[in-house]
């Protein structure tokens, strides 16, 4: 199971803008594990989306219970493929 869901709504309007939003609930921890999943998700959104994100779109990233024990590299190709999903 990927530490996170990812959500692409299209906006609908002109602009070609990306935008970004995370999302960690109570249930996955503490204050302090929920903010070290948002630091997580944010350094892979900033990586990957410039790229591999939907123009026009707004990306909502849900952090899950696995997310903050799931390896990096693990995360990153998670996003690439559900990147890949979306553009298909």
Do not use: W, Y
């Not at 999302?23 to 929920?34: D, S, W």
């Not at 026009?56 to 903050?68: K, M, P, S, T």
Request: glycine share 12%.
């Amino acid at each position: 199971m990927p530490g996170f869901v990812l959500l692409v709504r299209p906006r609908g309007d002109d602009s070609a803008q990306k935008r970004v939003g995370f999302t960690v609930t109570k249930k996955i921890g503490n204050a302090v594990v929920r903010n070290r999943m948002k630091r997580r998700l944010r350094a892979l959104a900033a990586e990957m989306l410039p790229e591999g994100g939907t123009a026009g779109a707004d990306h909502i990233l849900i952090g899950r219970q696995g997310g903050i024990e799931r390896d990096f590299a693990l995360l990153r190709a998670d996003l690439a493929k559900a990147l890949r999903k979306v553009a298909a």
